[in-house]
């Protein structure tokens, strides 16, 4: 019995995508639920499992092809039922990766535990004898920690190939400042009474500053917009974006509907920012941001030129928080906590004199008492 595989639609507004890298190839037997193929968009890489037991008898789209969702992408040979004799001219499964013993046998006491389909993934493409490697997991298991730590210790590191999420990123950088000419102003904001504040909450940094952009976004809802070639669409809700830097690479999660309220906002980012580095988003949480703020001051950056996340209008740079020296009035000096905002905006859509009074509202907000 043939079962269809089609490509599931990844949220309402990811209505295609390209098959990336097929982890399992014809002839090859699929528990269900197993990790069949890589389907990249323009926000997420995300592996598809297969629904059923069977054996692979064809994948129907090749690698790189882009398809819409409910677009037939393989077929599977169903598993028999337990105790059936397999029909003539079963396909017999392939031989399993290195490290994984045949479906259904035990391993003998003298072989290394078995291994993930993703350790034996990495294993084949970076040519790797996991016999060299000393398994951290359980009963000695090698882990997919274990083969990175691996590769980064190797006296010569080979040229690693480029990830589906390092693609992505390459692909929509490059774009971005193809399509939009970039310009990037910076001010530097006094953060005495949000570190005071903070002192009593806890709350990141980023929570202040993104309270403080939607405040300033519903003063100034051009830079809560997307430009076309038919004119500027202003957004009516402001669906924050957040990036999150990964160790290959940057996603961006989306607060949908964000309100000035850094006690409801800081909980949401921790949870959005935490779950980014787990892997465990929902495809749609990477979708329809309006305006994107980038944290690079977390790793002690002052100031940058951070790119326009497309089709934004503009995306807002957190520098790091440093005591300086300062002038006040009346020619006297001090010490205070402050950072630099860089506002890099599409020109096409607004000018400078807005994107500088958009950013003295930030500004402001985050220099006036916060409520207790």
């Given at each position: ?40 968009t323009?926000?997420?890489?995300t ?6 037991a069977?054996?692979?008898?064809e ?23 337990p ?28 072989r290394?535990?078995?291994?993930s ?7 084949a ?6 016999a ?14 274990d083969v990175e ?19 992505a ?10 399509t ?13 009474t ?33 430009f ?10 402001i ?8 160790p290959?690479?940057?996603?961006v ?6 309100t ?13 920012a ?11 949480e990477?979708s ?22 497309q ?32 506002l ?15 950013l ?11 409520p207790?």
């Amino acid at each position: 019995m043939i079962h269809e595989i089609a490509l599931p639609a990844l949220s309402e507004s990811v209505v295609e995508g390209t098959i990336g890298r097929w982890l399992k190839h014809p002839g090859e037997a699929l528990a269900a639920w197993e990790p069949l193929v890589e389907v990249e968009t323009d926000k997420l890489t995300t592996d598809i499992p297969s629904p059923v037991a069977g054996v692979l008898l064809e994948c129907c789209v090749a690698a790189g092809t882009t398809v819409m969702a409910g677009t037939v992408i393989a077929r599977i040979r169903l598993h028999a039922a337990p105790g059936a004799v397999p029909p003539a001219g079963a396909v017999a499964p392939a031989a399993p990766p290195h490290g994984m013993p045949p479906a259904g046998a035990a391993a003998p006491a003298s072989r290394r535990p078995p291994i993930s389909p993703v350790v034996a993934r990495m294993a084949a493409e970076h040519r790797i004898d996991l016999a060299q490697i000393r398994g951290t997991g359980l009963d000695g298991r090698v882990s997919k920690r274990d083969v990175e730590g691996w590769l980064a210790a190797r006296t010569v590191p080979a040229a690693a190939p480029l990830t589906p999420l390092r693609r992505a990123i390459a692909e929509h950088m490059l774009r971005s400042v193809r399509t939009a000419p970039h310009v990037t102003t910076v001010c530097e904001a006094d953060m005495s009474t949000v570190v005071a504040h903070r002192a009593a909450t806890a709350f990141g940094y980023t929570a202040y500053v993104a309270a403080a952009v939607v405040a300033a976004l519903a003063r100034f809802p051009r830079l809560n917009a997307t430009f076309t070639d038919d004119g500027i669409i202003a957004h009516r809700e402001i669906h924050l974006g957040i990036a999150v830097a990964l160790p290959d690479g940057v996603l961006v999660p989306v607060i949908p509907r964000a309100t000035a309220d850094v006690a409801h906002l800081a909980p949401r980012i921790a949870d959005l920012a935490g779950r980014a580095r787990a892997g465990t988003l929902q495809a749609g949480e990477t979708s329809g941001g309006t305006f994107t703020i980038t944290n690079h001051g977390m790793l002690g950056s002052l100031w940058a030129t951070p790119i326009i996340h497309q089709p934004q209008v503009a995306i807002l740079g957190i520098g790091a928080v440093e005591r300086r020296v300062v002038a006040l009035p009346g020619d006297a000096i001090a010490i205070r906590p402050r950072c630099y905002l860089a506002l890099s905006f599409d020109h096409r859509a607004l000018d400078g004199a807005l994107a500088d009074q958009f950013l003295a509202a930030v500004r402001s907000t985050l220099e006036a008492p916060w409520p207790a």
